[in-house]
């Protein structure tokens, strides 16, 4: 077995990039540059099936999660005796080719899409993260956040020593922390390194947040949910293999049917002796209502729901709570699509296409100048002036965060002659961080702190603007209220955080004991704290 890590960059090099906007031309707060929307933290993908070629698997996996984080993209594969990762930043059409799948040879492999919030957006933070472990080696994706990062670190610290150097976290994310733990642990009586199956159940109970783990050795391919199944994970069969994945669309494409999600608290391993369930922690459902408003993508079905449905549900209880006087129901393309088509279906209103959408402007087109900055949202939209001259809209987006896209469209409505602008939004007012994988503003720059919704409206130039309710929003999940993390609608955080003190985004500061560990937050969590 190989011990060395072997770890491939594209084209040989191991670029230090600065921080690369997130963009996939799917999402509405997408539409202004200068507008930083709600960010999620990964998409994973796994599997296992001896005879297929689980890199190009691999690679149609992620494709699908593409949505999920679009700044890295790596793949592992193991082909029994060694682990080979090859990965670079960029979408997954841009770091993988034929050559450098054909490269990857093996049984199992893991898969991993990258947006980073913690450490920066690095090749040495892109993922599957190695570590070379007492029996062979170990690479592990991760979506979610963590909550305890600088108790990982210390316990990391503390692992023992390799041939007289102390075992240290080589790059700034949570994810490392984790593998290390997985790749260090010991037998308490002989000293022994132990297996990865055998320090996954003594690992995993110490790790406090938000966490979908797929993770594989030389033989074996892992998965593992946190005990409140914040962040989707499903399980999947091939005919000859098994699949596991943030969402079934990543199954779909690879041709795996769906058997069920992983379930909370539940670590699983598959190798050619089957498929193994245990448990390391009870269940304590609490999974992301935002998912459904805003992060998986329609075709996704968590917790036994479907998201497209629940997102027209969404719509449908919007026009209940919040009706108005108007001639044309349009959405923000494209996430706030399916809140738009309940709205008009319970509403009675028609539902038209308002807005074209430049389909090619994606994550990497060309900020403009500071002469053009005025071209805003036009880059990626223009109205539709024949449709909307003239009309009372309802323009209906999944939600706000600092307001400055909702702002330049109702602009760009009404100067496309619309004759009234009414707002709707399919999620309440967001108020708090999340700790748990969405990269949201500080509170400072959360417009609904410091505004009441007629204010926002006033702030948006819209006639009038108004959201759906908190227990309208759960009840169009169908998944009961204590069983979803609604948190940054509410502030109830499903998983006790630690003293504001270790919530900042640069706690972790260099020295010689411990690297700098930046912790796996929005910028501005340890404020929500501050100032409740």
């Not at 496309?416 to 999340?434: D, L, Q, T």
Request: aromatic content about 6%; hydrophobic content about 40%.
């Amino acid at each position: 077995m190989s011990h060395n890590p072997l770890v491939l960059p594209k084209r040989g090099t191991c670029p230090r990039l600065n921080h690369v906007p997130r963009g996939d031309g799917r999402l509405s707060h997408d539409l202004d540059p200068g507008e930083k929307g709600p960010r999620d933290a990964c998409g994973v993908f796994g599997v296992w099936a001896p005879g297929e070629e689980v890199a190009k698997l691999s690679y149609y996996g992620l494709y699908a999660l593409q949505h999920r984080g679009q700044e890295s993209a790596g793949i592992a594969v193991s082909d029994g005796s060694k682990i080979l990762v090859f990965k670079d930043m960029g979408l997954v059409s841009q770091v993988f080719d034929e050559t450098s799948l054909s490269s990857l040879q093996g049984h199992l492999a893991v898969g991993h899409n990258r947006y980073s919030t913690t450490g920066a957006s690095t090749w040495e933070n892109a993922q599957p993260t190695f570590r070379a472990t007492g029996h062979g080696s170990i690479a592990l994706g991760h979506n979610g956040n963590l909550v305890n990062t600088a108790a990982l670190a210390e316990l990391v610290a503390e692992l023992p020593t390799d041939h007289g150097r102390r075992q240290r976290a080589a790059v700034t994310n949570d994810t490392d922390l984790v593998t290390a733990l997985l790749a260090g642990q010991r037998d308490a009586t002989t000293g022994e390194p132990l297996t990865v199956e055998q320090a996954a159940p003594i690992v995993l109970p110490q790790v406090k947040g938000a966490f979908s783990f797929v993770f594989m050795d030389e033989h074996t391919l892992y998965a593992a949910r946190d005990p409140q199944g914040i962040r989707p994970l499903v399980l999947g069969r091939l005919e000859r293999g098994w699949v596991v994945a943030s969402e079934q669309a990543a199954l779909d494409i690879v041709g795996a049917s769906v058997i069920r999600e992983v379930e909370p608290g539940e670590l699983i391993a598959i190798d050619e002796n089957g498929l193994r369930s245990s448990r390391f922690a009870d269940a304590k459902p609490a999974g992301c209502v935002f998912e459904y408003v805003y992060l998986a993508r329609p075709d996704a079905e968590i917790a036994g729901r479907n998201v497209y449905v629940s997102r027209v549900e969404m719509g449908r209880r919007l026009a209940a709570e919040a009706p108005v006087d108007a001639d044309l129901v349009i959405a923000t393309p494209e996430s706030g699509t399916p809140a738009a088509i309940g709205y008009a279906e319970a509403s009675g209103i028609p539902y038209g296409s308002g807005l074209v959408k430049n389909s090619y402007v994606g994550r990497t087109f060309i900020q403009p100048s500071q002469t053009i900055r005025q071209l805003g949202i036009r880059l990626k939209l223009n109205p539709l002036k024949e449709v909307i001259r003239g009309k009372r809209l309802v323009v209906v987006d999944d939600s706000i965060v600092r307001g400055n896209t909702q702002r330049a469209l109702v602009r760009m409505l009404r100067e496309a002659g619309a004759a009234e602008v009414h707002v709707r939004i399919s999620s309440p007012p967001i108020k708090w961080p999340c700790y748990y994988g969405i990269d949201f503003a500080t509170r400072a720059e959360l417009i609904a702190n410091g505004l009441s919704v007629e204010e926002i409206g006033t702030s948006l130039g819209a006639d009038s603007l108004a959201y759906i309710s908190i227990d309208a929003m759960t009840e169009a999940t169908t998944i009961a209220g204590p069983n979803l993390c609604r948190a940054c609608f509410d502030g109830q955080y499903p998983v006790e955080l630690p003293d504001p003190q270790v919530l900042g985004k640069d706690v972790l500061e260099q020295d010689e004991a411990r690297p700098t560990l930046p912790l796996l937050t929005g910028p501005g969590a340890a404020d929500a704290l501050r100032r409740p």
